[in-house]
């Protein structure tokens, strides 16, 4: 499950933590998160089920992610087969986390 982005939806704690039904992980993700990002999270807020799934998704992916509302609004699976690949969203993210970019370039192969 490659994320619009590139990222690995099997490998999100908050996917992993939904499919378990496991809230001692999802408090775990909540304030690793919240840490992380500056922002308060809530164990409660943190049920996923893949950023292109029509189930539940954590309120960034769902709301704000500029690359998923993106790819999703030119009916795009993901990123990959876009024109504008690689875009500065994606290359933002890329900086964080090049192993979306090689994930997105060998869908492009």
């Not at 909540?30 to 954590?58: F, M």
């Not at 990123?79 to 994606?90: G, I, K, Q, T, V």
């Not at 979306?100 to 060998?106: C, E, N, S, V, W």
Request: with cysteine; glycine share 6%.
């Amino acid at each position: 499950m490659i994320a619009c982005c590139g990222l690995d939806c099997e490998k999100c704690e908050a996917l992993i933590a939904t499919e378990k039904n496991d809230d001692a992980l999802r408090a775990e993700v909540a304030g690793k998160w919240s840490e992380l990002y500056h922002v308060p999270i809530q164990p409660g807020d943190i049920n996923c089920t893949g950023c292109r799934s029509d189930g539940v998704k954590v309120y960034y992916c769902d709301h704000m992610c500029e690359i998923r509302k993106c790819s999703m609004g030119k009916g795009l699976e993901n990123c990959a087969p876009c024109s504008d690949y690689p875009c500065a969203n994606l290359n933002e993210v890329f900086k964080m986390a090049p192993h979306a970019r090689a994930a997105l370039d060998a869908l492009r192969a």
